[in-house]
């Protein structure tokens, strides 16, 4: 065979099919170790950003070829899944005595008590009580919930808590089977909600480390700080091989490579869990892992987390299976599945690739676990009823406030053999399982476990000086012209910028609370900030530190230290439209440009969850680092940047990039292996002290293309949409507004006043919070509560029949009508009478209300240029808390009937002389020519109130 001429920056493009699918056990001499080392791609480790076009190379070899007894079929265009294309692997061999006891019980258990274990409700939602009459095999604490409803409740709370609903748990009638109940908690980076645990940084940086080691380290301490607090399992890690650097939970991923993301998968669950084989597997000062998010999370259409993935089946065996491969060899008991979709089916009902492919090819020996609510993304299903993903393979439901409701529905459709009882049976059997190897059954309360109330362990000295290790590992220099770094600790120096004393920034999401904002300093009682370590650093030789966030000074620096980057945030409301560093606000530019005229050298440090476009940045710098989300330790970030007091080198950079850095805004699915290839720095780059190197000047992207995603040309990684799917980015569920934060461009107003955290204006106050958005009115003229942002067009998501959605407490209710609209400008937008469901809503538990675009459209509203969304108006008095506004397509919407059109006079009290304008920011402002058409309006204004049964009004949420 002819060999094919390949440039070393090509080399992963060789490898992607035979390797990948080598992972997942077809005939090879390499085992996983060596697999990863050719995915890793050490070589090149770059020294110089890619300045020209890559060198032409031959095309990338096709995948493995099919079996010959396998029907030909068209991949690339495929909407169904062929498990026999997959490489089969048969699971681990199973334990006869935990076999025969899992049949024992089994044989024992009621179908009620089989249901429960199939259950994973949210702790706000239940009580001990609940937990005992309905034998619920697992509770998890979601991303802002805590003990007895405080978040920041202290370590010795969460250990009460663990033991109390143990001990629910395992309170039965006599002669019934005991199943003690397990807890699950989201520590992605540490034991993240945990007030004083040891943070790390976020897998982005730990993949930029090259250290499997490590990861494998920081697994057993974010293990052990877990059992000090009583919890059995953590939700983690994410295997993301992630291909559109827009979505949100990009830092959640290792890398865009395969190979590094699988070396480390493997890692992180052995760390966590402790290696199969050994009497520690599971139990004592391990924890039960979970590897998500089963499969494509990181390659959906556009970024868009839930999204649609429409890579071909090829890619999805060869790109995106091999970390799961991995994990699995590695140990791994429990998998998550993805709110995404493929091709136009969501993952929880995919039964082909859960169960066929999953559990069948990939011999997973686990249970399988939904997503929080996610069934509820489901078409044809609510968060309530879901049998399609019961059959398609879900073992258990993880859930929140209509759980009773899911409970019942399982059991009705087992018992009417909507669900096969041997379904359940499997189900439940795979928990058990799994149960009885975490040593469960024996173990005792939480608190009498070992590690249990070990609160010095909790960021002690030893697991801080591990994160600090991991920031220094996962550094990656970027530019260092005129060999600026390391500076002198003699030196004074200011430190500018809005992240070097911000944990948050530094901390990023999953800290605390689920988005990782709305934290204090008093939130990381042992954590050091990057200017603490500045400042430590170099008052202990003699120099000083100024810290100065606008980069203002008295006294002249002999160099500026500029933080600065992207806010902490978490799923959905990280989703961006571009790479551009902030396209909006350019102040951190200017700071840098500012400092550079003033002749002062500037060394950058930027905090992201993701590589984006800074050239501009880069260029207004002499050293560029990229420092990802540190964690708790910034100390970890001053030790790079400085040398030892006699000059020398203290440490040398070695992290180098995991993911390829873009050269212009609209490079979203720049990967290694995949065409075209023209990144700014390569994936692998990374500058050292040792080897030092000017880069200089770079050119900067003059325009940003349309927002489309680029052609590629090799079948394996690129998407491929079937003929019959939408174009465009048509989603099937759009956030705007979620659990107190608005999702990027859209911004939450009160009375035409933005709300950052609490506002009160004639009359209606609210409030942003973890938990949503309170508003109070208590006014005598109408006032607006309303999520507005730049113009969008919504008329192809109403021809797909989607909705606005959008979930409430009604605290207290209404005394006067309640207007729901979406505006579009100045007189214009479609008003709907909500007030018959706001009175039906009053007292009873949270709603999810999905009003159909259409019904608005019909009402008014310019869907071709929506510029207020959701819009909510009454006078009086009124309390609601809203969590979430998002536009998505719901299987219980209401019918336009019961959302009857106003006009704006019939929702204005008589005698109230307040202008009444939905959608605009200026609603109480009269214009000019105004007047005469209202007047017309109300001359054929009507009240409506017609109301329509709770099934077709209300879904519990």
């Known amino acids: ?91 681990p061999a199973k334990n006869s005595a935990i076999e025969a006891e899992v049949q024992r019980l089994l044989s024992q258990m009621t179908l009620e008590e089989k249901i429960g274990q199939m259950m994973q409700p949210d702790i706000k939602a239940i009580t001990p009580a609940d937990i005992s009459q309905y034998h619920l095999g697992s509770i998890l604490n979601g991303g802002s919930a805590g003990p007895h409803g405080d978040l920041r409740a202290p370590a010795q709370d969460w250990l009460a808590a663990a033991d109390l609903y143990y001990n629910a748990s395992v309170a039965v009638a006599p002669g019934r089977p005991v199943i003690p109940t397990m807890w699950g908690i989201d520590a992605v980076h540490g034991h993240g909600h945990i007030i004083g645990a040891t943070l790390f940084p976020h897998n982005i940086a730990l993949g930029a480390m090259r250290d499997p080691d490590l990861v494998r380290r920081i697994g057993e301490i974010t293990a052990q700080e877990i059992r000090v607090t009583g919890q059995e399992w953590t939700f983690a890690p994410t295997v993301a091989v992630v291909r559109d650097d827009r979505w949100g939970r990009t830092y959640e991923g290792y890398s865009e490579d395969p190979g590094l993301v699988a070396k480390n998968a493997a890692a992180m669950v052995e760390g966590l869990q402790g290696k199969p084989g050994t009497p520690d597997y ?168 070992p590690f249990a109330g070990r609160y010095d362990l909790l960021g002690s000295h030893e697991h801080r000086d591990i994160a600090r290790r991991a920031v220094r590992e996962s550094l990656v220099l970027l530019k260092n012209d005129g060999g600026l770094l390391p500076l002198s600790p ?144 910034g100390e970890g970030v001053s030790d ?8 020398s080198v203290a440490f040398d950079f070695r992290g180098r990039l995991s993911f390829s850095w873009p050269r212009s805004p609209d490079q979203y699915d720049l990967n290694i292996g995949q065409e075209p290839y023209f990144p700014l720095f390569a994936f692998g780059y990374g500058l050292t002290y040792g080897a030092p190197q000017n880069i200089g000047r770079l050119a900067e992207a003059s325009a940003v293309r349309p927002l489309v995603r680029a052609a590629a040309t090799t079948v394996a990684t690129a998407p491929s949409t079937p003929a019959s799917a939408p174009l465009g980015p048509v989603l099937d569920r759009r956030p705007l507004f979620e659990n107190g934060d608005v999702t990027s461009g859209w911004t939450v107003t009160a009375g035409g006043q933005r709300v950052a955290v609490k506002s009160s204006v004639q009359g209606l106050t609210a409030q942003r919070s973890e938990n949503g958005l309170s508003a109070n009115w208590a006014s005598h003229v109408p006032v607006s509560l309303t999520v507005t942002g730049a113009p969008i067009d919504l008329t192809r998501e109403a021809d797909r029949g989607m909705s606005l959605s959008f979930s409430i407490d009604v605290d207290k209710a209404p005394t006067a009508p309640v207007v729901l609209a979406m505006g579009c400008g100045p007189l214009c937008g479609g008003k709907l009478d909500v007030s018959a469901l706001m009175k039906d809503a009053a007292g009873r538990p949270a709603a999810t209300i999905n009003v159909p675009l259409a019904c608005l459209k019909s009402a008014g509203a310019d869907l071709t240029n929506v510029t207020t969304p959701f819009a909510l108006t009454t006078s009086g008095n009124f309390s609601v808390r809203v969590s979430q506004v998002r536009i998505s397509r719901e299987s219980e919407a209401l019918t336009c009937a019961s959302v009857p059109p106003v006009t704006a006079a019939a929702a204005v009290p008589a005698g109230s002389r307040r202008d009444f304008y939905v959608g605009s920011a200026h609603s109480g402002k009269k214009k000019s020519g105004e007047t005469h058409v209202r007047k017309k309006r109300s001359a054929n204004s009507s009240s409506a109130d017609n109301k329509t049964s709770k099934k077709s009004r209300r879904k519990h949420h």
């Open 490 to 633: 003699r030196s004074h120096v200011l430190v500018a910028g809005d992240g070097a004393n911000n944990m948050s920034k530094q901390t990023g999401g999953w800290t605390i609370t689920w988005q990782g904002t709305a934290t204090s300093r008093a939130d990381f009682p042992h954590a050091s900030t990057i200017y603490d370590g500045i400042k430590a650093n170099v008052e202990a030789s003699g120099g000083t530190a100024q810290l100065s966030e606008d980069g203002s000074f008295r006294e002249r620096p002999d160099v500026a230290i500029v933080v600065f980057g992207e806010d902490a945030y978490a799923e959905g409301k990280g989703d961006i439209q571009t790479l551009e560093y902030s396209p909006n606000d350019k102040r951190d530019l200017k700071l840098l440009q500012k400092l550079q005229a003033q002749g002062i050298p500037v060394v950058a440090v930027f905090l992201s969850g993701r590589p984006l476009y800074v050239t501009p940045e880069i260029n207004a710098s002499n050293a560029f680092v990229a420092a990802w989300q540190p964690g708790s330790e």
């Open 282 to 449: 599971l139990r004592n000062g391990h924890v039960l892992a979970s590897v998500k998010h089963f499969i494509g999370d990181g390659a959906t259409d556009h970024g868009i987390n839930e999204g649609n993935t429409t890579y071909s089946e090829t890619a999805l065996r060869d790109i995106f299976a091999p970390p799961y491969a991995a994990a699995i060899k590695a140990g791994a008991q429990n998998i998550m599945i993805s709110y995404s979709g493929w091709r136009g089916l969501k993952m929880h009902v995919q039964k082909e690739l859960v169960s066929d492919v999953l559990v069948g090819r990939m011999g997973f020996p686990g249970f399988v676990i939904s997503d929080y609510q996610a069934i509820d993304r489901v078409a044809g299903c609510t968060v309530s009823d879901c049998p399609q993903a019961a059959n398609a393979g879900i073992d258990m439901f993880m859930t929140a406030n209509d759980w009773k409701g899911l409970y019942n529905n399982l059991l009705k459709e087992v018992r009417d053999g909507t669900i096969p009882q041997a379904r359940i049976d499997e189900a439940v059997s795979r928990i058990l399982r799994v149960k009885l190897q975490m040593g469960l059954m024996s173990a005792g309360k939480p608190s009498s476990r």
């Open 640 to 647: 790079m940047l400085f040398a030892n007091a006699d000059g």
């Open 1 to 91: 065979m002819k060999a094919i001429p390949v440039t070393p920056a090509k080399r992963n493009a060789l490898v992607l099919s035979v390797c990948a699918f080598a992972l997942m056990g077809c005939s090879t001499d390499l085992g996983i170790g060596d697999i990863g080392d050719l995915f890793s791609s050490d070589q090149p480790s770059a020294q110089k950003p890619v300045d020209s076009a890559p060198t032409p190379v031959a095309p990338t070899p096709a995948a493995p070829a099919a079996p010959a007894s396998a029907p030909a079929v068209d991949l690339a265009t495929s909407t169904v899944i062929h498990p026999e294309l997959w490489p089969l692997t048969p699971p």
